[in-house]
């Protein structure tokens, strides 16, 4: 079946880093997605892993892909108070269709 | 290109009024996407266009639920006899399909958000 599961809250102090986890069922190739999600906003792209990677860093983000477990993790490092948001992970088929999303884990930064 | 636009931003409207949406999606994207986000949860997937082909519906969509894309470019969204549980946030995204990430790779509008009272 399809489901992605998230855990519902973080909290950071300001500076520290950010571990956001995320399963997910289908075992098919698939691309991996984290988007953020601010009050009021749409959904914002942040970084996106092919299930056929291990690791993937862009800047203050590193994605790291358990495939045997089908785990998937975002670390963001020296987290900011504007890192403040709801992080969605999501798993889409190669050439499939519909994105499917988690319930999305509020990440709140404490200054 | 500033990306997927959506209008209205927010609507309020009285249970059994007929509401519609628009998504224009980004201009080299030929693929469309229907999200609906209820508070808590992340986005559901509602529908899906190729170029003007409406090739998936979710069982979300109830009959009230229509959409369209006639020329292939913007989208509406028809709601006919709102009812409360439609109260949600209305996300559309766009992607040029293919089969490489960033082609696949779906990119959100900011979303029409709706209340039925």
């Known amino acids: 079946g399809e489901d992605v599961e998230q855990s519902l809250f973080l909290s950071v102090r300001e500076g520290d880093s950010s571990v956001i986890n995320c399963t997910y069922t289908d075992s098919s190739s698939t691309y991996l997605y984290w988007y953020k999600q601010e009050p009021g906003a749409g959904l914002q792209l942040l970084t996106y892993?092919?299930?056929?990677?291990d690791m993937k860093q862009d800047q203050r983000l590193t994605v790291l892909l358990n495939k045997k477990d089908k785990h998937l993790s975002l670390r963001i490092a020296d987290t900011q108070t504007g890192d403040s948001a709801i992080y969605f992970c999501a798993e889409k088929k190669t050439g499939g269709f519909k994105t499917i999303f988690g319930a999305g884990t509020r990440l709140f930064v404490k200054a | 290109d500033t990306g997927v636009s959506q209008d209205p931003r927010h609507k309020i409207t009285k249970r059994g009024q007929n509401v519609t949406f628009r998504c224009d999606p980004i201009s080299e994207h030929n693929r469309l996407y229907w999200y609906r986000q209820t508070l808590g949860q992340g986005p559901e997937f509602l529908t899906y266009f190729q170029n003007e082909a409406q090739l998936e519906k979710s069982r979300l969509l109830s009959d009230r639920f229509s959409a369209e894309r006639p020329k292939g470019s913007f989208s509406t969204l028809e709601i006919q006899r709102t009812e409360q549980g439609d109260s949600a946030m209305y996300l559309c995204a766009s992607s040029t399909g293919g089969h490489r990430a960033e082609k696949e790779t779906q990119y959100f509008g900011p979303g029409t958000r709706l209340l039925v009272l």
């Open positions: 892993i092919f299930s056929n990677m």
